[in-house]
Structure formats: C-alpha cells, structure tokens
C-alpha cells in the first residue's frame, strides 16, 4: 500500500511516535522508508566548510546517533530503511526527499516536549506542501 | 477508520484513496460528510455526489464564523471517531477548509487538538494523487510544486 515512506525525525518526542508508527508500517507492508533529520543552517556555518561536514559542525549529534541505531535496526530486522541527513529547513527537506522518492506517504510528529498535541510549523508545512498522504500522529 | 469528507474536488480524491485502502485490506470505514449551513445546497448536493451508495453520517455545523464552525466540526469528527471505535481519521476536505481563517485555528489544528488519534490528509486532488497509494497518479514536479507555492495558493495557512 505504502511503498515509500518518508518520516520525518529529530530526537524530540513527537518525531520518535513517527517514527515508530512508520517502523510499523515498513515491518507491516514492506517497501522502503526513508528518514529525513534537517537541521537548520546557521548563519556562522563557515560558507567555505564542504556539504559534509556542514551537517557535523551544528551539532547534530543526537540525530547521528539516531540515524546510527536506525541502520542497525534495519540490518537486523531486514528493513529497508535510508537516512538523509540534511542541513536545511525541515520542510524543504522532508518534501523534497519526498518528491525525489516519489513518495506515497508522509509521516510526521505533532508532539510538543510535553507531549501536549499541537500542529507546530513542520506538520503545517509539510501538509501545506506534501502532494501525497500526510500521516499526522 | 472513520473518513470524513466534504463536497471538493479534495473530497473526491480522497474518497477514491480510501476505496483503494478498504478494498485492499479489508479495513472497515465509515463516512461523516460535512455540510455547512451557510452554503447549505451546495453541500447537500455534492454530498449526494460522493455518497455512492455508503452509508453515511451528515454532520451539518453552523456557525457565525468558519472558527465557529471548525471548532464544532473538529468536536464532532473527534465524537464520531470515539463512538465508531476507530483508529484513524482520514481528513479529505477542501483544503481551503484546513487553513486558518484570519485569526481563527483551521480545522487541522482544532482536530489535533481535540483526538489523540493518528490523523491522514489524503494526497490534495490538485496534486493528481486521485488513484490509491502506488497506483501510479501523476507525478508533481518539484518546479511545479514550487510554482503553486509561489502562486499563493496555500500561502495564507
């Protein structure tokens, strides 16, 4: 049903539910999930530092681990997961890698730190912008 | 999952999204069709349209305003989401009727806040999305996803 997956994730609660719900939705129908973690660009950022190692200058350690514990995960499982990680803005990001990707469904959080539910701008944004299925949980 | 849908375009493809959901793995869905008192016609009509032969619940919501109005319609939706037992909610509604009315939240933002259920916006019928999930719908470039963001079609959520 759900061939390509995009999940949006960072290391707040909101973005782990996503996660989980669309690790459910590879286990339960196959096809291939893709994680999307974006961090934004700081104006600091030495303009002549590479595309690489732009990612690891913010610090976004805790999305590395993430991305870390998620191939490991796969490999165990047998999923078929990939990991973007991206410096840029979190909607840009998720939508883009979802049109390249050709995807049919969109996942993303809609938790604060609190666990309160609330449509912050990430979920506005991405169904704003998704032309497939946004799943908001 | 309960489904709930208006008498747009976006209706309509959502309505062919679920179908193609339901028929593939049997999910049991059930129908709330939104009409609104002030454009009463228009909405029984289109209802009637999209019905095709389902059983339904019309949930007709008034209000002075559209704030009004979505914060009735987003009580009701997460009721009826309760009282069916069901474990998702598919929004296909106008998309005009997601996106916040001057200061008024959308109906997005009211639903969210009113069910803890997973929410899906089926793919928009702008998009071409109209056929099931992987059925092959014509494909948005990204130039022209783009362009309708710069054209201001969503510009004002």
């Known amino acids: ?137 | 999952m309960l489904v709930v849908l208006d008498g747009s375009a976006d209706a309509e493809a959502a309505s062919v999204f679920v179908e193609g959901a339901t028929g593939r793995f049997g999910t049991v869905a059930s129908f709330v069709e939104v009409a609104e008192q002030t454009a009463r016609h228009r909405g029984e009509r289109l209802a009637r349209s999209i019905r095709n032969g389902r059983h339904a619940t019309t949930c007709l919501v008034s209000g002075p305003t559209q704030g009004a109005r979505n914060r009735l319609l987003a009580g009701r939706i997460a009721e009826a989401a309760r009282q069916s037992g069901a474990d998702l909610i598919v929004l296909g509604v106008d998309h005009r009727r997601l996106a916040h009315h001057r200061l008024a939240a959308s109906l997005r933002s009211r639903l969210a806040a009113a069910t803890d259920l997973p929410v899906l916006m089926a793919p928009p019928a702008a998009s071409g999305g109209t056929g099931a999930p992987g059925a092959g719908g014509q494909t948005v470039l990204p130039g022209e996803q783009a362009e309708a963001a710069d054209t201001g079609r969503l510009s004002h959520v």
């Open chain 1, 1 to 137: 049903m759900f061939e390509t997956v995009v999940v949006g994730a960072d290391d707040s609660a909101g973005a782990a539910k996503a996660l989980r719900r669309a690790l459910d939705l590879v286990r339960t129908f196959g096809g291939t999930l893709h994680v999307v973690s974006a961090v934004r660009p700081k104006e600091e950022t030495p303009p002549e530092l590479p595309e690489e190692f732009r990612y690891t200058y913010v610090g976004a350690g805790a999305t590395d681990w993430l991305h870390g514990r998620l191939r490991a995960t796969a490999e165990q499982e047998h999923l078929h997961v990939e990991t973007h990680p991206m410096l840029a803005d979190p909607v840009d990001a998720i939508t883009r890698v979802a049109a390249e990707q050709e995807a049919d469904l969109i996942i993303v959080g809609s938790r604060d730190d609190h666990g309160t539910r609330r449509l912050t701008g990430v979920p506005k944004g991405v169904m704003d912008r998704a032309s497939c299925a946004v799943l908001v949980v």
